[in-house]
């Protein structure tokens, strides 16, 4: 009988902080494949309305842009992503043939590929991607230091639109001086000067069928990310762009950083003291996972109704020379969890339908590399703590095989001294035969009582988490319990 893994879906405990995902220089790599330099024909002003407004319509039947459902129906596991190395030297046949069955071993449905700016990556390793239905995220970090110019990247654009990309993300954190040279930064207009740089360069995209996308801000940043936001919403308005603006998605980084994983849920309109640059006492802001909350409110308010968004470093920490924390396998479960969860408006752990996609931080690293303390799996291949505990949670397995298998006791099993039990909602009839199924495979107890399943190290929820509530829920976490469920028919 399946009994599906539950991890927790609540911190309550403090993390300490990690890295900022970084974008290194593009290095020569002889074995990548030239950008495709014969221009195809761009699509007409009509056929992008068509596009644009196809678009739209998906997406208020709550599908995302590669039609995909969004809610918690057919596949929400599509909007689980991760991003791939940080640098652009893993895209030969070699890398391909190592990694890609273990991203289809990771159950995710896109993947962010850091792109050089002077060719394109390997169409092979597009082609592969896409089929295995892995939706390629490729990230230009253009750096505002030099002047890049539409004809110089628009043969790449085509070139990866024809292979089967959808997204493509422009710059990265222009809200940061390091980002600007020189004087750049203290001059007057910064948000209208760099959409003098990106938005010609998302028409081009846009010319070439991709959709562009709003590079991730620096959540806080030297220029406060939220104001950057709607600066640069409000002179997109102004300057006229509203082809741009139907087609436009937006990038955020949802880094937890030591804050819980509900921390600003609501956006501005729970929090309405929190001002840019200003968190009083006793107030949230957007600086954690939930983001997308205070972004949606900033498209709404500009806009009138809110853009797709593609989550990016979901779950990072601060410092990238630091170790991961213990709770970082955790904290991105959760997460995961989370946007698997049906979008709901009145709750703060599920994800809008809005949010198309959710990418972890970070399939794997160099080993000299500072990345490295962030990494899923070591360059060899091999799972580090994170990397096994995603593929656990993914396939089902228990922590007790898991401990068994390593020749140590799970922690709940020490703590308790008890095995497991099997927690029955209140008055509801349940399948007896199910039960009774349960019970003679399981050495376990069972009953309704909360204070009984607390002792036990393991819980398994009869029916699901939604006959229990949240607050039990919280406790039998609190407590140090592993908690899984039996699916129940009718229940």
Not at 196 to 222: Q, W
Request: hydrophobic fraction near 40%; charged fraction near 20%.
């Amino acid at each position: 009988m399946q009994v599906l893994h539950i991890p927790a879906y609540y911190d309550e405990d403090m993390v300490e902080p990690g890295m900022i995902p970084a974008q290194p220089e593009a290095d020569e790599d002889d074995g990548q494949l030239q950008a495709a330099d014969q221009p195809g024909a761009p699509p007409s002003l009509d056929q992008k309305l068509v596009v644009a407004i196809q678009k739209e319509e998906d997406l208020a039947a709550g599908h995302d842009t590669a039609g995909n459902v969004m809610a918690s129906g057919a596949e929400p596991s599509k909007r689980l992503g991760l991003h791939y190395f940080a640098d652009q030297d893993h895209y030969s046949q070699a890398d391909l043939e190592r990694w890609l069955p273990v991203l289809s071993s990771l159950g995710i449905n896109w993947i962010v590929l850091p792109a050089p700016l002077d060719r394109a990556i390997p169409q092979e390793f597009i082609d592969a991607l896409v089929a295995a239905e892995i939706q390629p995220v490729v990230h230009l970090a253009i750096p505002l230091a030099s002047e890049h110019k539409v004809e110089d990247l628009a043969p790449l654009f085509r070139a990866y639109a024809s292979w089967g990309v959808r997204h493509v993300v422009l710059f990265d954190r222009p809200n940061l001086r390091a980002q600007w040279p020189g004087m750049a930064w203290t001059q007057r207009d910064l948000v209208d000067r760099f959409l003098a740089s990106f938005a010609p360069l998302a028409h081009a995209a846009l010319e070439a069928g991709l959709i562009p996308v709003f590079p991730a801000l620096e959540p806080g940043g030297d220029y406060w990310d939220t104001s950057f936001l709607r600066s640069a919403l409000e002179g997109l308005v102004a300057g006229g762009e509203g082809l741009l603006l139907e087609s436009l998605a937006l990038g955020a980084y949802a880094w937890t950083g030591d804050r819980s994983m509900t921390w600003g849920a609501g956006g501005p309109e729970n929090w309405p003291a929190t001002m840019p640059y200003y968190t009083p006492d006793g107030s949230e802001d957007q600086r954690g996972f939930r983001i997308f909350d205070w972004y949606n409110a900033i498209s709404r308010a500009v806009l009138g109704h809110e853009l797709p968004i593609l989550i990016l470093g979901a779950g990072v920490q601060r410092e990238s020379d630091k170790k991961l924390d213990a709770a970082a396998g955790t904290r991105a479960i959760k997460i995961a969890e989370s946007v698997l969860r049906r979008p709901d408006p009145d709750a703060n752990n599920s994800v809008p339908a809005n949010v198309l996609a959710c990418n972890f931080w970070l399939l794997s690293a160099d080993a000299d590399s500072p990345m490295s303390s962030s990494a899923w799996f070591e360059p060899s291949g091999r799972s580090t703590k994170v990397g096994h505990e995603w593929i656990d949670w993914r396939t089902g397995n228990s922590d007790e095989k898991t401990s068994a298998s390593k020749g140590t006791a799970p922690d709940g099993a020490a703590r308790h001294g008890r095995d497991r039990y099997l927690l029955l909602p209140g008055e509801t009839e349940l399948p007896l035969e199910a039960i009774r199924a349960f019970l003679l495979e399981h050495d376990a107890n069972v009953g309704t009582s909360q204070a009984e399943a607390a002792q036990a190290a393991r819980v398994t929820l009869a029916g699901g988490m939604e006959s229990f509530a949240d607050d039990l829920i919280r406790s039998l976490i609190q407590a140090g319990c592993t908690l899984d469920h039996l699916p129940l028919k009718g229940i």
